[in-house]
């Protein structure tokens, strides 16, 4: 599965609130490499976790052994049952804070986003949840990528689907993988 998927999003946050604390520093990636042991007598490394949670660079795929692991750390049996449970949340989840959702927008309106450390998009909304990017400051993000996305939450990681770059097929995408978002403003 693609680490930057939802699922495993979902799977990190729940990590997070459990442990009561952010996974962001090494010691933190050590820390729940212990915590796994500790739930399931399995050993996932910090890198695996660095990798997993976007600290470093790696694989683009999280391996089903991994996710297995994670999950029956979590108290599920396997991560089969960790999406079922998602699925049966149904992702209801009240979004209660400060957030943009293409239903309030118009064709032509433009977002405006920042997240750590120094980066600045402004999307224009091209209508029907795809966007275009118009301005990219310190981003991967270029002038005239486009994607579609459907909610920008304050705090969140914002998930671009179809990501396009010059002539690349569409890719998934995560920006604030780390923070989440820092600003959000229709302009």
Request: aromatic residues 10%.
């Amino acid at each position: 599965m693609n680490k930057t998927s939802p699922e495993i999003h979902e799977l990190k946050r729940r990590f997070e609130d459990q442990l009561r604390r952010k996974i962001k520093t090494p010691k933190d990636f050590i820390f729940l490499s212990g915590v796994v042991w500790d739930r399931t007598h399995d050993t996932i490394s910090p890198t695996t976790l660095k990798r997993l949670w976007g600290y470093i660079d790696g694989a683009d795929q999280a391996r089903s052994s991994t996710l297995d692991i994670l999950s029956k750390a979590l108290g599920f049996k396997d991560w089969d049952d960790f999406l079922a449970d998602v699925d049966n949340k149904g992702g209801s989840d009240l979004v209660v804070s400060p957030h943009v959702s293409v239903d309030d927008l118009k064709e032509g309106s433009r977002v405006a986003v920042s997240w750590n450390p120094d980066r600045h998009c402004v999307f224009l909304y091209l209508g029907n949840t795809n966007f275009i990017v118009e301005e990219s400051r310190n981003s991967k993000l270029k002038k005239g990528d486009t994607f579609s996305a459907t909610l920008f939450i304050l705090n969140e990681p914002l998930f671009l689907n179809n990501l396009i770059q010059g002539h690349n097929p569409p890719v998934p995408f995560v920006i604030g993988n780390r923070d989440g978002l820092k600003e959000i403003e229709v302009l």
